[in-house]
Nanobody
Framework: QVQLLESGGGSVQAGESLRLSCTAP????????MSWFRQFAGEEREWVSS???????RYSDAVQGRFIISRDNAKDTVYLQMNSLKPEDSAVYFC??????????????WGQGTKVTVSS
């Protein structure tokens, strides 16, 4: 059963850009914070970025200044604009719901991921 659905991954050259999308087919996410995580081959998931229900954003040091997280509540969709991609960004990217700003949220739900490959 799909809770969240990621899309937009693909293969690009270093320095290029991709935009990932995450949507919730079965519920509304407007009251949730939304996070992006990534998982490198053979490693555990690493937090990338978050956006609260009040649109407050945070980024990991690894992507600060290169990635931009945003959301469109009318579409129940969160985006991750990934610019200046590096080979070390290659991973499977996942989105996750969490409670933020004291709002009601169906939290700690995940998608199946979308794969990003960056070649030098």
């Amino acid at each position: 059963q799909v809770q969240l659905l990621e899309s937009g991954g693909g293969s690009v050259q270093a320095g290029e850009s991709l935009r990932l999308s995450c949507t919730a087919p079965r519920f509304t996410t407007k009251d949730c914070g939304m996070s992006w995580f990534r998982q490198f081959a053979g490693e555990e998931r690493e937090w990338v970025s978050s956006i609260n229900a009040d649109f407050t954003t945070r980024y990991s040091d690894a992507v600060q200044g290169r990635f931009i997280i945003s959301r469109d509540n009318a579409k129940d969709t969160v985006y991750l604009q990934m610019n200046s991609l590096k080979p070390e960004d290659s991973a499977v990217y996942f989105c996750q719901t969490y409670k933020s700003s004291g709002t009601r949220c169906n939290s700690n739900l995940w998608g199946q991921g979308t794969k990003v490959t960056v070649s030098s």
